[in-house]
């Protein structure tokens, strides 16, 4: 078993080396509930949208060549041959000097190519004066403008927006093969550790990780296993991690992963299957107890059972696994320059997060980082803090009021 | 009825004189399905987190003042007299010269006031030697360090990320007053329109607006009701307006606004009920036949039948309704500097937002925002569009290579 500490980067180089994408079923989702899911194949097409020249204006439907010598002092005269409603199918087609009023959205009829705004003409009675020149094509919604038949509208792996279900709709669609959720199991391990609405007797705490890593799960858009708390008892966790193995794309422990006596998880991980662990402790602060292991090509990660450091690395080395597993680009977390508020320090020889919040300087106008408490386990100092300031491993200190970038957990 | 069109800042003056933030019911919500949900009520502790003093490394709790002496070179000699496990609560009271082993998690034991981590002594049989000074409390979570009883850990507004759902966890809830979501009815209004998955006849199109609104208001956080499409008929739509009146917090709906004969919904949303009509088109491109009416202190919304500019009104003016409307903040759309990649022109005296997407110019090492289509109604426009670009009133074009801020649909 890998027993040297590695750095953050080290250790996304292993993961990456380890890292076999899986192939996700698909399952048809009704559009209005395929918001954020990813899609499983190109769609392509079968269709013209809009499927007739359409006109965008209210107006008169003309063909655009008898109105070329219009302009504001020499009219040109057309006959109104009656009227087209959205929604219909034109029968009539038009001759010479002939016009047609047209609504928005009513196809062209046939002998037309252009239309002429109402504010641009005069009517009397069925005679029509056309004040302004039209091209061909002007003021219409060409048939197949916004989409052609035979055309792929949208590529597999995009993650389906307002636009994206928009698209799909206009196709007629009612439904759209998506990627099935990535599953992820979560549990806490501890015999201290007990479920939230049970009663706390005396040296236990409620368990806080299964509850925040499977929310931080359904924000990468997973669906997370809640497999709750398995107690310090070497069988139990084993049959726990095998269930899991099975039932999930991906397992996530916390607890159990530092020197103590009872901590036997990366053992247990390891002997369930090939590579076995292949990162025992990452050089951060918190989070240093972090151990990966790879069984049969599934991830497992065992993170520390101190809260803040769990997240913490969760949004480091675990989001970005989940994200690509799941087909979606792993963004960066979101950066915003602000100023030290205090001098913060690092921890020897390994990178550290100092979790702050911002405060604005409105005398100097600008963003201050202030920390909010050690790394000390804390579950609300995560609720507190905006986001971190990394220090590099070779780095001490940073100044007071020295420039930093500090990644945000959520937009401010 | 109002008349005048308004400049996107004065609509958005004319909606904030009007509106009166609803009162939403609330509901109690499953710790593990309240994420991304909105707090009813300030959440008060009314226990200690941790509720005993904690150790945070194996080690041996000790009286921190009886190694103030310790260091590498003289040693201080403790008694061991035990081992305490986590979720244990240690019956023994240490006397002087004593230590107890103690796990990661274990709650300390009268009489102790600190833990020695394992590295800095040297155990042989019951026999310890202390080789490192510890101050009181060093390597402990002290009871209530995290969570004090009485304390707000959460205010009423905030909305429930990982780290919220973990400190409620905390605490030992298993469920959480929330907001409930607020209703938005969404219909689209045309004889032209026709459901997707229907047969398509000639002349007409299939919804798009009805599926993109709803997804944009699901992105909000609010729970759309899809009332499809109402055709072009007056009775019909005072009707349906009447029932998505009574059954939503907020109504929008698409096409219907412009000056057509067929388009009165303006005038039936103004019958409806005081203010009736009080925005009739706003100073921009696309989306200038927008409608908005408060009814009984309900917004309704009226946007343009083109796609793209029913959801650019859509994230312009009403996304920051509803997300007032469910407790949210408002927050701005992302930006990013990039370099406009042609020419781009403006609409004479209206706002005008270009469509464009980001392409990064290798040999410049910069973005450059490259247009994507006319201001057309084109749905796919959106699905390509990475955001906008802004144009004020007064401007007449913007300039190929000059500066531009791309405000972003969705994160790059």
Redesign the interface.
Known sequence: MFRKLLTIEEAKNVIDENFKPTQLGDEDVA??E??NRVLKENVVST?D????D?S???GYAVKAEETFYADENQSVALNISGMI??????KMVLDKGEAVEI?????LPEGTDAVVM?EDAERVDNQLQVYTAVTPYMNV?KKG???KSGET??HAGKV???????????????KIRCIKPLIVAVLSI????IE???L?????????????????V??CGAK?I?FGIVP?DKETLRKTLIVALSSADIVITS?GV?????DYTPQIVDSLGKPGVVISGVAVKPGKPTTVAFVQDKPVFSLP???TAA?LV?YLLVRPVILRLCGRTP?DM?SIRAFAGVKLFSAKGRRTFVMVRLVLDVEKSRLVAEPVGEA?????I??I?DGFVEIPENQQHINKDEEVSVRL????
Chains 1, 2 share one sequence.
Do not use: C, W
């Not at 000390?376 to 609300?380: K, P, Q």
């Open positions: 559009l209005l395929a918001y269709m949208v809009p499927s007739f359409r965008t204006v209210d409603f959205a929604g219909e199918q034109p609504v928005t959205g009513a196809p109402l919604m403008s916004d989409i509208i949208l389906l927006g307002a636009s994206e279900i928009g698209a799909l709709a206009a196709l007629g669609l009612t501890g015999n201290e550790i939230p609405g049970k706390l007797t005396a040296g236990k705490i409620f368990d806080i990780n299964a509850y925040s890593l499977s929310t931080a359904i924000e997370p809640f310090d607890g530092s020197v103590g006596p009872y059972g101190n809260p997240l969760f963004h979101q000390s386990g804390a579950i609300t995560l609720t803090a957990f959520r937009q401010v």
